[in-house]
C-alpha cells in the first residue's frame, strides 16, 4: 500500500483528493460493508507509523534511530444496524468478523475496497431509549500474503552433489586397488585392453560435444600404467558426456542419451581363471575398472536425470525405475569388491534420486490416450484436447506424425497434472 489512501481511489500519491464543484463529498463515500455484509458508518480512524529500534549511547543526548519499515495499517470503525431486523444484521456481522478465519473485504467508505483482517468486534444495545439499533465498533488491520521465504528442499541439487562426490570416490577406489608394477607383461597389456575399450563406449555414446568428450578422455591413451590418470580421465570423461547430453535436449525414451547402457559395460579383460598370482592380479584389475565405468555410468545417469526435464510424468516414472535398478547394481557390484564408502555412496544417491524424481513427477503432465473417428490436422486436435491451437507442433512431434495435416486417428497428448 501506499503512504495515504483517497476517496474511492484507493491509495494516492497526496494526502487529499480534490472534489469537483458540482459534487458534494458525501457523495463519494461507499456504502460500508465487511465479508459483503452491510452496515452504517458512524465514523472512523487510522493508526499506523513506523518501526524503528532506538539505539542510545552514553555520553549522547540524541539516538540513533534504525528504521524497520512501515507498521501495518489500522482502522477501527464505529457503525451501527438499525432496524426491526438490527439483531439479524448483528448475527450476521459478527459471524464475518468472529467465526470466519482468514482475510476478507472491508468496503471502507473513504478508502474503498480493502484486504483485512478483524481483530476486535464489540457490538452494544440500548433497548430502553435507543431501540431497534446495535452500535458495533471493530479493528481492522491491513492484511497481505506471507512475506517470509518458504523453504524447498532442492532435491535435483542434492542429486548433483552426491552424483560428483560418487565420482570423486570411484576415482580414488580404482587408484588404491588396480596394481600394474611388478607384474607380467600380460597383466599390464590387459589393463590397456580394457581401458581402451572403456574410452571407445565412451566416445559411442556422447550426445553431442563429441570434442569435449574426446579431450577429456585423451589422456585414457597408455595410461594403464599410472591408475591415478585412468580413473581421472574416465570421470572427466562422464562428466563431458552428461554435460553434451544434458545441452543436447531431451530424447526419450532413453533420457540418459545412452550413458545408462554403460551401467552394463563389460570390455575389462579377466583371464579364464584366476590360476596364478599375475592371473589374480589380472581379475582383480578387471574388477575395479568394471566397478570404475559401471560405476561412474550409474553417477552420470543420475545427474543427467537430475537435469533433465522430462516430458511427461510417466516418462520421469519409467526413468526413476530404470536408475534404481542401476543403482541396486551399482551398489552391489561395490559390496562384492570390499568398498564399503562406495556402497554407502550408492545408497545415498539412490534416495536421493528416489525423491528427486518423485517430487517431480507431480508437477508434470499425464501422457494420456486419444482416439477420433478419423485423421484430423493437429491444429483442430490440439483445440480439442488442449484449447490451445499453439500446442498444434508439440502435438505432432508426440506422435510423430507425418504430416500435420493428418494426426494418427490414436494416439497420445499431455494432460495436465
Known amino acids: 500500500m501506499s503512504d495515504s489512501f483517497g476517496f474511492l481511489g484507493g491509495p494516492v500519491a497526496g ?18 460493508s465487511f465479508r459483503g455484509v452491510p452496515f452504517q458508518v458512524r465514523g472512523a480512524s487510522e493508526t499506523s507509523g513506523r518501526n524503528a529500534a532506538v539505539h542510545q549511547f552514553i555520553g549522547r543526548e540524541t539516538a540513533y534511530v534504525e528504521d524497520l519499515g512501515r507498521k501495518p495499517t489500522r482502522f477501527t470503525v464505529a457503525g451501527f444496524v438499525l432496524g426491526d431486523d438490527y439483531a439479524g444484521q448483528r448475527n450476521l456481522l459478527r459471524q464475518a468478523c468472529l467465526f470466519t478465519a482468514g482475510n476478507g473485504t472491508l468496503v471502507h467508505p473513504s478508502y474503498g475496497e480493502l484486504t483485512v483482517n478483524c481483530l476486535t468486534f464489540t457490538a452494544a444495545e440500548d433497548l430502553v431509549e435507543h431501540a431497534r439499533i446495535c452500535r458495533v465498533s471493530m479493528e481492522f488491520v491491513i492484511a497481505g500474503d506471507i512475506a517470509s521465504p518458504v523453504s524447498v ?42 581401458v581402451a575399450s572403456a574410452a571407445t563406449s565412451m566416445l559411442g555414446v556422447s550426445v553431442g560435444g563429441v570434442a569435449s568428450v574426446a579431450a577429456a578422455i585423451a589422456p585414457l591413451a597408455g595410461s594403464a600404467a599410472a591408475p591415478a590418470t585412468t580413473a581421472a580421465a574416465v570421470t572427466a570423461g562422464f562428466q563431458a558426456i552428461g554435460d553434451a547430453v544434458v545441452a543436447a535436449g531431451p530424447s526419450p525414451p532413453d533420457y540418459s542419451g545412452g550413458v545408462a547402457a554403460l551401467a552394463a ?7 579364464a581363471a584366476a590360476s596364478t598370482p599375475a592371473r ?27 537435469r533433465v526435464d522430462f516430458i511427461s510424468a510417466s516418462d520421469a516414472a519409467a526413468a526413476r525405475t530404470q536408475l534404481l535398478g542401476l543403482l541396486d547394481g551399482a551398489r552391489e557390484l561395490a559390496a562384492d569388491a570390499a568398498q564399503a564408502a562406495l556402497v554407502a555412496d550408492f545408497n545415498a544417491l539412490e534416495a536421493a534420486v528416489a525423491a528427486d524424481i518423485s517430487a517431480r513427477i507431480q508437477q508434470l503432465p499425464i501422457l494420456a490416450a486419444y482416439r477420433v473417428g478419423a485423421p484430423v490436422p493437429s491444429l483442430v486436435l490440439a483445440q480439442r484436447l488442449l484449447q490451445d491451437p499453439t500446442q498444434a507442433d508439440s502435438l505432432a512431434a508426440l506422435n510423430s506424425a507425418i504430416h500435420p495435416g493428418f494426426m494418427p486417428a490414436s494416439g497420445v497428448w499431455l494432460e495436465a497434472a
Open 15 to 32: 494526502n487529499a483528493t480534490a472534489f469537483p464543484a458540482d459534487l458534494s463529498w458525501l457523495d463519494y463515500l461507499l456504502p460500508a
Open 153 to 194: 528442499l532442492d532435491t535435483a541439487g542434492n542429486v548433483l552433489g552426491l552424483s560428483a562426490g560418487t565420482l570423486a570416490d570411484l576415482s580414488t577406489a580404482y587408484s588404491l586397488a588396480a596394481e600394474v608394477t611388478g607384474n607380467p607383461a600380460f597383466v599390464l597389456a590387459a589393463l590397456q585392453s580394457g
Open 265 to 271: 559395460w563389460n570390455g575389462a579383460v579377466a583371464p
Open 280 to 306: 589374480t592380479v589380472q581379475a582383480a584389475n578387471a574388477r575395479a575398472l568394471t566397478l570404475l565405468v559401471q560405476g561412474a555410468a550409474v553417477a552420470t545417469a543420475a545427474a543427467i536425470y537430475a
